[in-house]
């Protein structure tokens, strides 16, 4: 990956550096006073600063509902500013984070303090690692994960294959009994109809979804 330094654009802001990924394009390091250090990738925060606000609103929720997690995976890990906030409710949870874009964990890793002790790393499609998944969960050992965070982005849009029907039956399959999953999607101008149409497609595998509306999103707390 090639790394650009560019130095302080704003007052109060600076930008660290600037990646191009493969996968999401141009990154952007971004640190701030008022929300600290944060990546961005089309014109949106991927990891860190409001990221963190948002799954911190809906995570807060389900501590309520589910006081213990063991085991926790996260789809689409970015740069895993969620790894802190899970860990500020569940600090014992054990963490497996996918993401099929290497750069942005790298930059995790550097600037985000994405710790590979606080989270098991694999870099591969969700779709793929969920349906290897389900396979192996088979029997006795179906449904593994307490709480799963489904945060599969690219830039502001989230790629058809993770709205499929045998993308929330996968997930669903590797959730615990009585755990808990939560889909995240943005909530403004024509991403509000899609939103709630793939909230309507989630309520034929759950018994329950719950809606929370944190910052310009919309997040989508289910129960098996």
């Not at 390091?29 to 929300?35: H, K, L």
């Not at 569940?90 to 949870?93: G, L, T, V, Y």
């Not at 606080?118 to 790393?121: A, L, P, T």
């Not at 870099?123 to 389900?134: E, G, P, T, Y």
């Given at each position: 990956?090639k790394?650009?330094?560019?130095?302080?654009?704003?007052?109060?802001?600076?930008?660290?550096?600037?990646?191009?990924?493969?996968?999401?394009?141009?990154?952007?390091?971004?640190?701030?006073?008022?929300?600290?250090?944060?990546?961005?990738?089309?014109?949106?925060?991927?990891?860190?600063?409001?990221?963190?606000?948002?799954?911190?609103?809906?995570?807060?929720?389900?501590?309520?509902?589910?006081?213990?997690?063991?085991?926790?995976l996260?789809?689409?890990?970015?740069?895993?500013?969620?790894?802190?906030?899970v860990?500020?409710y569940?600090?014992?949870?054990k963490?497996?984070?996918?993401?099929?874009?290497?750069?942005?964990?790298?930059?995790g890793?550097?600037?985000?303090?994405?710790?590979?002790c606080?989270?098991?790393?694999v870099?591969?499609?969700?779709?793929?690692?969920?349906?290897?998944?389900?396979k192996?969960?088979e029997?006795?050992?179906?449904?593994?994960?307490?709480?799963?965070?489904?945060?599969v982005?690219?830039?502001?849009?989230?790629?058809?294959?993770?709205?499929?029907?045998?993308?929330?039956?996968?997930?669903?399959?590797?959730?615990?009994?009585?755990?808990?999953?939560?889909?995240?999607?943005l909530?403004?101008?024509?991403?509000?109809?899609?939103?709630?149409?793939?909230?309507?497609?989630?309520?034929?595998?759950?018994?329950?979804?719950?809606?929370?509306?944190?910052?310009?999103?919309?997040?989508?707390?289910?129960?098996?």
């Open positions: 990956m790394m650009s330094s560019i130095g302080n654009v704003l007052a109060g802001r600076s930008i660290l550096v600037q990646v191009k990924s493969p996968i999401n394009g141009q990154l952007t390091v971004v640190r701030d006073i008022a929300w600290g250090t944060y990546i961005k990738a089309g014109g949106v925060t991927q990891s860190g600063g409001v990221a963190n606000k948002v799954w911190n609103t809906v995570l807060k929720i389900a501590k309520k509902r589910k006081h213990v997690v063991s085991k926790c996260v789809l689409g890990l970015g740069g895993g500013g969620i790894v802190s906030v860990k500020r569940w600090k014992d949870a963490i497996v984070g996918v993401d099929v874009d290497s750069v942005i964990v790298e930059l890793k550097k600037y985000l303090g994405l710790d590979p606080d989270v098991e790393i870099i591969d499609d969700a779709v793929s690692f969920l349906r290897r998944n389900s192996k969960g029997g006795d050992k179906k449904g593994v994960y307490d709480l799963i965070c489904n945060d982005y690219v830039g502001t849009d989230v790629p058809e294959k993770f709205t499929k029907e045998g993308y929330i039956k996968n997930l669903k399959n590797n959730l615990a009994k009585d755990g808990i999953a939560i889909f995240n999607r909530y403004y101008g024509e991403k509000r109809a899609e939103a709630l149409q793939f909230g309507k497609k989630l309520e034929k595998y759950f018994s329950e979804v719950k809606v929370v509306y944190p910052e310009a999103n919309v997040m989508f707390l289910c129960e098996r």
